[in-house]
T-cell receptor
Framework: KQEVTQIPAALSVPEGENLVLNCSFTDSAIYNLQWFRQDPGKGLTSLLL?????REQTSGRLNASLDKSSGRSTLYIAASQPGDSATYLC???????????FGAGTTVTVRA | DAEITQSPRHKITETGRQVTLACHQT?????MFWYRQDLGHGLRLIHYSYGVQDTNKGEVSDGYSVSRSNTEDLPLTLESAASSQTSVYFC??????????FGEGSWLTVV
């Protein structure tokens, strides 16, 4: 059974600082690795998806890396803004299935 | 625009009552999922379906059931609501193993 862990559970940074969010998983046989954003009282929005054959994926200020051999993914958010305050979750489906196993998330607060 | 909608968004029910949460998507996705989200646990999979007439149990399926009679809908039924089922429920759909789309959630309180 895939176990996904996100550390830290919460993070508070001043505006402008770069954010580094960590995700680890126990089973390296994954189909892809996905990062989501969740605002309070809302559903999840997909941010980045890294295929199992890729090492990283970028979108604007967001960059996610994937190291399957060590079971780790890292989400980098450059030059953080108060609007980046949210909970960030990572998830991975197994290589032979579509259902996602989620981490508990990292709640980010960016102070103005 | 295509979308995924959940109803009701908020519900309070009594212990022992049957409750059904609706999920409707307009993308014609084959894959649909129900998750529950509790503080400290992240999202946990309740049931999922990969097509009409296909349903499968997830890791926390006890006390829940689903049915898939068409592509668009996957209703989640709590047979006899318990206080432990107070949670936020999210429905999701995807066309493949890639991008997945989530509904806005249904807040359920069992008293």
């Amino acid at each position: 059974k895939q176990e996904v862990t996100q550390i830290p559970a919460a993070l508070s940074v001043p505006e402008g600082e770069n954010l580094v969010l960590n995700c680890s998983f126990t089973d390296s046989a994954i189909y892809n690795l996905q990062w989501f954003r969740q605002d309070p009282g809302k559903g999840l929005t997909s941010l980045l998806l890294i295929q199992s054959s890729q090492r990283e994926q970028t979108s604007g200020r967001l960059n996610a890396s994937l190291d399957k051999s060590s079971g780790r993914s890292t989400l980098y958010i450059a030059a953080s803004q108060p609007g980046d305050s949210a909970t960030y979750l990572c998830a991975a489906p197994p290589s032979n299935d579509y259902k996602l196993s989620f981490g508990a998330g990292t709640t980010v607060t960016v102070r103005a | 625009d295509a979308e995924i909608t959940q109803s009701p968004r908020h519900k309070i029910t009594e212990t022992g009552r049957q409750v059904t949460l609706a999920c409707h998507q307009t993308w014609n996705h084959n894959n649909m999922f129900w998750y529950r989200q509790d503080l400290g646990h992240g999202l946990r999979l309740i049931h999922y379906s990969y097509g009409v007439q296909d349903t499968n149990k997830g890791e926390v399926s006890d006390g829940y059931s689903v049915s898939r009679s068409n592509t668009e809908d996957l209703p989640l039924t709590l047979e006899s609501a318990a206080s432990s089922q107070t949670s936020v429920y999210f429905c999701a759909s995807s066309p493949s193993g890639n991008t997945i789309y989530f509904g806005e959630g249904s807040w359920l309180t069992v008293v």
